[in-house]
């Protein structure tokens, strides 16, 4: 079975660019969520959705941020304008059950560079 | 205060020892706790969920405390693919919280 699936796996930009990380969840599952991970501050919740629809956005860091989930099979993250400091690896993950779900399933990552 | 703190080591131990990590988690209300396994580039993968009467899955016991609420993973006769980091989860019931991580390094 296909497992979390995300894209690009890597990314280098210029600061000011727009970047765009994109996510395919396992399929049957309801709860997406995007996560981002650096030394500093290890691994953060960004936003779930469930049912396609956003639940908790409140891991977003600024309004340079966006997340869409247009339909259960598809979501993207939007970074615009990126900035040096957005520097990371960005996972995606999918459960069933919600975010009180037992396991969540990790894509392998989108590690970003802006220069 | 993090909501979940672990101890980043490193720790560095050779082949065959034993090891042991805690993770200590601020919220009484939760509920469930889980151990995930991160190898150096990859995403994190679930290596066992923890039970309140404690569970082992071979070489690795998890074991829960509520009372001073900590969870800890003991790794006996460690061997060279147990080197990653570890990764410690708390589920709120409406959130799943990760701590920052352990580094385990197993050495020859």
């Known amino acids: 079975d296909a497992g979390v699936i995300q894209s690009p796996r890597h990314e280098v930009t210029e600061m000011g660019q727009e970047v765009t990380l994109r996510c395919k969840p396992i399929?049957?599952?309801?709860?997406l969520f995007w996560y981002r991970q650096t030394m500093m501050r290890g691994l953060e919740l960004l936003i779930y959705?469930?049912?396609?629809?956003?639940?908790?956005d409140s891991g977003m860091p600024e309004d340079r941020f966006s997340a869409k989930m247009p339909n259960a099979s598809f979501s993207t993250l939007k970074i615009q304008p990126s900035e040096p400091r957005d520097s990371a690896v960005y996972f995606c993950?999918?459960?069933?059950?919600?975010?009180?779900?037992?396991?969540?399933?990790f894509g392998p990552g989108t590690r970003l560079t802006v220069l | 205060r993090k909501e979940v703190e672990q101890d980043p080591g490193p720790f560095n131990v050779p082949e065959g020892a034993t090891v042991a990590f805690n993770c200590t988690y601020s919220?009484?209300?939760?509920?469930?706790f889980f151990w995930y396994r991160q190898d150096c580039r990859k995403e994190p993968k679930l290596l066992m969920s923890v039970y309140s009467s404690g569970n082992e899955d071979g070489r690795f016991t998890a074991q829960l405390n509520r009372a001073s609420q900590y969870i800890s993973l003991l790794i006996r006769d460690s061997k060279l693919s147990d080197s990653a980091t570890y990764l410690c989860a708390v589920n709120r019931g409406d959130d799943m919280r990760f701590g920052a991580g352990t580094r385990l390094t197993v050495k020859p």
């Open positions: 919220n009484s209300a939760s509920q469930s």
């Open positions: 959705f469930n049912n396609n629809v956003p639940i908790d």
């Open positions: 993950a999918s459960s069933f059950g919600g975010r009180a779900a037992d396991t969540q399933y």
């Open positions: 399929s049957g599952h309801n709860s």
